[in-house]
């Protein structure tokens, strides 16, 4: 499957419209980013079931933004809207399918039970000071 070009008109609408979303924020003059583009291609052919995407940051600035890019190349992983993984760098096809694995085997009801835990944890506290 080829990846999809993001901005800011169909970012919502591709991360809200599909289970796992994995999006690599790049940019055209970033030699690792160049360098990771046939692993972010190989492994978008390998999963269909996932969508692989693409931001450019010098395209998209606000939406780099947004999302406090400070490096590149940063792999994003959404499941369901939530962000599960977010690193800079360029991984290796290994770590990249052992990213993908971890992220299809969670189970989300879990994880949004654990967020919610967290969440009111954090309101006591600052109710309390």
């Not at 599960?84 to 879990?110: H, I, N, R, T, W």
Request: aromatic share 8%; hydrophobic share 50%.
């Amino acid at each position: 499957m080829a990846t999809i070009e993001l901005n800011s008109d169909n970012f919502e609408s591709v991360v809200t419209g599909n289970s796992m979303v994995i999006v690599d924020f790049w940019a055209p003059w970033c030699g690792p980013c160049r360098g990771f583009a046939p692993v972010f291609e190989k492994a978008s052919d390998a999963h269909a079931d996932v969508v692989f995407a693409k931001v450019n940051t010098e395209e998209q600035r606000e939406l780099a933004g947004a999302f406090n890019i400070r490096s590149i190349p940063t792999l994003m992983v959404f499941r369901e809207q939530l962000v599960l993984f977010q690193e800079p760098g360029a991984l290796p096809a290994s770590a990249l399918e052992k990213v993908l694995a971890q992220a299809k085997a969670l189970d989300m009801d879990k994880v949004r039970q654990e967020i919610a835990a967290a969440e009111n944890k954090a309101a006591e506290k600052s109710a309390v000071e």
